[in-house]
Nanobody
């Protein structure tokens, strides 16, 4: 069974940058589309960015131009580079893997990102 572990979260001032990483326990190449979601206190979990098996990317409007998702299939890793961070980006960020045939989803435990002075 696939397992995901996120890392790279932390406290950063407004305008700062962070790079989140998600390592999968098995091969994701050609099998899993990968996503980042986030959940702020009192809010529902929401889509942030996605990358399919061909490398095509999608983003929520509020992070376009600031966040970049990428994947390294050789390392079974997906990353989220976050620039120009804003306080409203504060949330727990979750990695998600979606199997392309069964649509079965796997979630990581999440990593906290806090944007504050």
């Amino acid at each position: 069974q696939l397992q995901l572990v996120e890392s790279g979260g932390g406290l950063v001032p407004p305008g700062g940058s962070l790079r989140l990483s998600c390592v999968a326990s098995a091969n994701i190449s050609g099998t899993y589309a990968m996503y980042w979601y986030r959940q702020a206190p009192g809010q529902q979990r929401g889509f942030v960015a996605g990358i399919d098996i061909a490398g095509l990317t999608t983003y929520r409007d509020s992070v376009k131009g600031r966040f970049t998702i990428s994947r390294d299939n050789a390392k079974n890793t997906v990353s989220l580079k976050m620039n120009s961070l804003k306080p409203e980006d504060t949330a727990v960020y979750y990695c998600n893997a979606r199997q392309i045939w069964t649509l079965h989803e796997t979630w990581g435990p999440g990593t906290q990102v806090t944007v504050s002075l």
